[in-house]
């Protein structure tokens, strides 16, 4: 479930980083003063405060992955499941940045009152 939640996580933060700001008859210079200018205010009222998010221990459970696999001298279509048995989780941390998403919200209601756009 951690590797999951973890790999979703990774998803997202890879389409958000893809975003981009947009405004007709900006230069992305102008853009890029104004983005940071946006940045430094989101930072100065939601400084980075890293917090430990503690992960308690926990269990795996057993899964069972199954794909449709073709046979090369048959040419017959079989399927083939591969079984990932359960286990225990040791208790782990991570750190967080708890200001981030507050911090973004920022950064956008002051580029969208600005004029632009996400693309």
Known sequence: MFRLV???LLCMLTVVGCTEWFQPGISSRQRD???????????????????VVPHPVHYEFSTRICRDHRDQKEGKWHKECTY?????MSPSASVVDANSDARDAVEDDCMYRRGYIKK
């Not at 003063?33 to 917090?51: T, W």
């Not at 990932?84 to 225990?88: K, R």
């Open 33 to 51: 003063r104004e983005l940071a200018s946006c940045k430094a205010d989101g930072y100065r009222r939601f400084p980075v405060e890293q917090v």
């Open 6 to 8: 973890s790999l979703l």
């Open 84 to 88: 990932v048995p359960g286990y225990w």
